[in-house]
């Protein structure tokens, strides 16, 4: 008996033992997640980058989920600053998010750390996509899927458009950018970038100075209108009071030495012009040819092919990085420019392939944008799609936290706010021109048609995740096509 009382209390002790050791334990892994190393950072939003289907405020929500709850890394006031920054900077407000969070943590490597797990993922899916892309294509009746896909995408734009505009829209003039963006877009061919500038210097001179103006003629308006009964009374008592006008000696001597006078100062301008335009011009006999530099002839020797694949990798870089500084409202808006300076501009892509790649920059994890990388690939291989995908994120990223530094007066800065609300309806019509594009080059037949309509009423009606959405138009579309072509 006693052999086996110490028995079990051994067995007892040891079962305290590893209890204690495991609660320790737990409490070690609790204060290790609530610190946010640099590790973390980069482990945690690539676990977001993942699993982060269906975009936009999905991801925000998982985002929010993890820093708020799980790590407790920021407060739920810290977390709204964080999004409300994200949606006023150009880029995906995930993306822009996830920059802050980390900037507020780390430090701009904590930001670099968080948006590089953040888009990893979503950049190698979108690769091997990319790769099995032009086997799947020689498959049979792949093509009704990616019509399928392409269906449900402009149903997805069409319900984003009318989602923000529905927030939006609220003056009379903000509708007028809005028709007008659309107008110009589609059926004039502008460029996105001259869009959003003149929306939003439009937007400035509206909400900065114009309302306020008006406002003041509305408060002065009961007083003008007195000053002009009065001013017409006092016309009337003047013409009732009206005699011959009387001339003297004096005013017609001062007149005429005021004529001449402007003669004499008219004539003295035109011999100065005269002796002016007389002149030889000495300055462009100074002109100095250019001499060629040790750089320019060392970059004349380096073989043609490399030349020439350097030369695409920049072209490339200035397209997306143009466009990652002017993204706002999201991915979707960017769909014009990118076409029209990959497909129309540089014939990199065709139009199928290029709506193909906006559907699977659905399908994928991550922001819409992650498209840049298949097209990417598709012009330069592995390195484009790495150089596309860095140039189209890296503007929101340096404004981001450039804006982070300094929340406060961003945030408060009345002409970055006016640019904003100028900026906010032109995005709306270039989400319809966005949808419009995709549609003429996404929906062939009537069967498209239809799906798309269907996915805007389940978008409408239930709100599901975007993912299943899109993926159930692919197969609905797969499947009819084997009864309808």
Known sequence: MDVTARRSGRIKARARNMRTRVRQGRRQLVRISRTATLGGLFLSFLKIGTVGFGGGLAVIAQIRTLTVFKRGWLTDSEFAEAFALAQSLPGTSAGNAATYIGLKLRGWRGASAAMAGFILPSMLMMIVLAILYRHLRYLPDTDRLFHGLNAAVVALIVITAWRIGRNTLNKSWQWVIAGLSFLIVALFGATVIEVVLAAGVVGIFIDSFAEKQLQKLRLYRGLTSRRRRRIASRLIRARRQRTEPRNFVGGYLMRALADERVERAAMAARKADEEENGKPDHDSSDAVPPRKTPGSLAVLGLPTALLTKLGLLLILSTIF?????????????????????????NHWVTHQEFADATALGQITPGPVLISATFIGYRVAGTVGALVATISIFLPSFLMTIAAGSSLRRFRHNEIVQSFLRGVAPAVVGLLVAAALSLGRSGIHTWVGLIIAIGAVIVLIRFRPNALWVILGAGVARFLIGLVVN
């Open 321 to 345: 990085l143009r466009i990652g500084a002017i993204t706002f409202g999201g991915g979707f808006v960017m769909i014009p420019l990118i076409e029209a300076e990959v497909v129309n501009t």
